[in-house]
């Protein structure tokens, strides 16, 4: 427990009670709340404090029923098991340490202020999503990277703001449905232009004499793109978290019957918060490795193209968690609770995930650039967009979700294969994918 770490701790400011994201807010939904009186009981403290942190992190939300999940697809992958059973458990496994890393993340404010909090928040949250992409990256599956992290603005702003605002509109269609647009607008600029550095190197592509001829100017101008998306993002941090902070923090209404309100003390300490968002990334990371190493039999054995399962499944899978807790949100007519996590979610992914990957890419020598191809370009295009809040816009989003789905089910893509670094290679505009 906290008090036993750190005992000068009575309590919060408003403004660290009130600063809290809707990140932290929607995942905070599938928490419940730990009974610690059989181990207050321990005699030792050492041993009192270690169990009462493994209370509180492990069995101190509603998907803890998912962590077997993590220990079956280590046994799975060390004794032989095939391929897709260590993807799918992996999977399964996955999506409670997303929703633990926010838990944590969120422990670490209490203590650090809701600025240095908010700087961790938008480092850690999407880690997921970032571990999996590096891990394949280092393996060479470019296409992987981009489909993942493409299903992940996807679902964001189709499937999760679909259900949100299709359940929340059906739930409340007695009542005025109300959200600030404010947050809202800035995000859908950030996607924009997001977008825009999508589109100019598909249009280079399209432009040119030939691939070979554009590859090496689509390259560059992907990467001089990342740099000014990067310095895009970093500028949105201090808009949020500085000079504007007002408009991304999250209203906590008193309500007696929600068991969600803001608690008065952290019930993890400073160091120990640390150490377990470190073990807890080092076991995602474990994970991550699983599913982009097995992907591909996975795809094999199921019949399933792997541009489907990274679109659909990858996001849908490792974002449950805070999926699910938006729409619990939407229920409540807590709109702004559920647009700040889809779109402040997608913002991150495709300001600094997606241009730290063509970053990182470029530093180990492969060839990544942001033509994510006529098809993928074109969905996410179709994904930002803004509109008013009613349940008719919702379904619309959540029908659009499924044709975007279908149409990488049924698109015929080739088996992915794992470039050298001593190869140069350009592939066909199926993939437009370049490495080295």
């Known amino acids: 427990m906290a008090s036993m770490e750190n005992c000068n701790i009575k309590g919060l400011s408003k403004d660290t009670r009130h600063g809290r994201t809707a990140h932290n807010m929607s995942s905070s939904s599938l928490r419940k709340k730990s009974d610690l009186a059989l181990v207050s009981k321990v005699p030792c403290g050492l041993v009192r404090l270690l169990l009462a942190n493994l209370q509180e992190v492990i069995l101190g939300t509603k998907l803890s029923v998912l962590f077997p999940a993590i220990p079956a697809a280590i046994v799975a992958k060390c004794y032989g098991f095939g391929d897709p059973w260590v993807f799918a458990l992996s ?34 949250g999407n880690a997921t999503e970032l571990i999996i992409a590096i891990f394949a ?28 605002l299709f359940c929340g509109g059906i739930a409340n269609l007695t009542k005025e449905q109300k959200f600030d647009r404010r947050q809202g607008d800035v995000n859908s600029l950030l996607l924009l232009m997001a977008l825009l550095c999508h589109i100019l190197p598909l249009m280079f592509r399209y432009t040119g004499d030939s691939v070979v001829v554009t590859a090496k100017p689509t390259l560059l101008l992907s990467r001089v793109c990342s740099i000014i998306m990067l310095i895009g993002y970093f500028a949105y941090l201090v808009f949020q978290l500085w000079t504007h902070r007002q408009f991304f923090e999250t209203q906590e209404e008193e309500d007696d019957s929600d068991d969600l309100t803001s608690q008065e003390a952290p019930v993890i300490g400073f160091w120990s918060g640390f150490a377990w968002l470190a073990a807890l990334t080092a076991v995602i990371a474990l994970l991550s490795e699983f599913v982009v190493g097995t992907i591909e039999n996975a795809s094999e054995s199921w019949g399933i193209s792997v541009s489907f399962i990274s679109i659909i499944l990858l996001p849908i899978v490792g974002n449950a968690a805070e999926h699910a807790g938006a729409i619990i949100f939407a229920f409540k007519n807590k709109l702004d609770i559920s647009l700040g996590v889809a779109l402040g979610s997608a913002t991150q992914i495709a300001m600094f995930v997606v241009p730290l990957c063509i970053v990182i890419s470029w530093i180990c020598g ?68 370049f490495r080295a």
């Open 91 to 124: 999977l399964l496994g996955l999506t409670p340490l997303a929703e633990r890393v926010s838990f944590l993340t969120e422990q670490i404010a209490y203590h650090t202020g809701p600025t240095v909090g908010g700087l961790l928040n938008a480092t850690c």
């Open 366 to 433: 492969i060839k990544m650039d942001l033509d994510f191809n006529l098809l993928e370009t074109g969905s996410l295009a179709l994904s930002i967009i803004d509109g008013t809040s009613h349940y008719m816009k919702g379904f619309v989003l959540l029908l659009c979700y499924i044709v975007i789905g279908a149409c990488f089910f049924v698109s015929p893509t080739p088996t992915l294969k794992r470039a050298n670094v001593l190869d140069l290679g350009v592939k066909s505009s199926t993939g437009g994918l």
């Open 137 to 164: 990256l280092i393996q060479y599956k470019v296409d992987v990277v981009k489909y993942s992290l493409l299903g992940s603005i996807l679902s964001n702003l189709l499937l999760v703001l679909g259900t949100s």
